[in-house]
């Protein structure tokens, strides 16, 4: 019998946040697309947004790493950014 480690379940969006080092540019955040600043001080830069699944995570450290932007911390965090789900019309 497996363990509750060796599961598998349904990995469903959640919002993230990013904090990096330094300050980005408009470039660099346009290259974390869906991300936005949600503040910036004592010189790290703190970016919240929505991740649908583990492959689109997956994709944007590995943007950080090419980029060479120093990763502080990634964070699951309550609702601040509306899902692409939530902003969708209703059916109707």
Known sequence: MAGPCLKRGIVTGSN????????????LLTAIDGFEVSRCENGVTHLVGWV??????HSLLTVLRDLNIELKSIAEVESQVDSPVDNAPPHG
């Open 16 to 27: 993230y946040e990013i904090v990096v080092r330094g300050r980005l540019t408009p470039t």
């Open 52 to 57: 649908p699944d583990q492959a689109r995570l």
